[in-house]
């Protein structure tokens, strides 16, 4: 099990530096035009910053948790305790990414 959400922690991190450079991207293009509105002018940058936040979440979450769940059991915390923490924590932060989508 380990093994497997050290993997997930992988290649989430991988996928996060595109998703975090379109989602900084995206939003300088919405707060600075001047500067980067010529990469992308303002309804695709908001509907790519609106798209990119939820993925930016979720991603995170994936890629957090594997890791304190590890840090969680080096302080001893018992196995279930730490899944239990892990799994409020995770559903939290899926649910308000699920929420950022709504909005959107």
Known sequence: ?????YRIA???GWI???VTLLDLLSGYALVHPRIFG????GA?????HVISQPAFVALFVLHVVPYARQALRARRV???V????ILIVGAG???????LGVQG
């Open 1 to 5: 099990m380990d093994r497997f959400l």
């Open 10 to 12: 992988r290649l989430t």
């Open 16 to 18: 996060l530096v595109p």
């Open 38 to 41: 010529g990469v992308l002018r």
């Open 44 to 48: 695709l940058g908001f509907r790519l």
């Open 78 to 80: 018992p196995v279930l």
């Open 82 to 85: 730490a899944n239990g923490i």
């Open 93 to 99: 932060l899926t649910a308000f990414a699920a929420y």
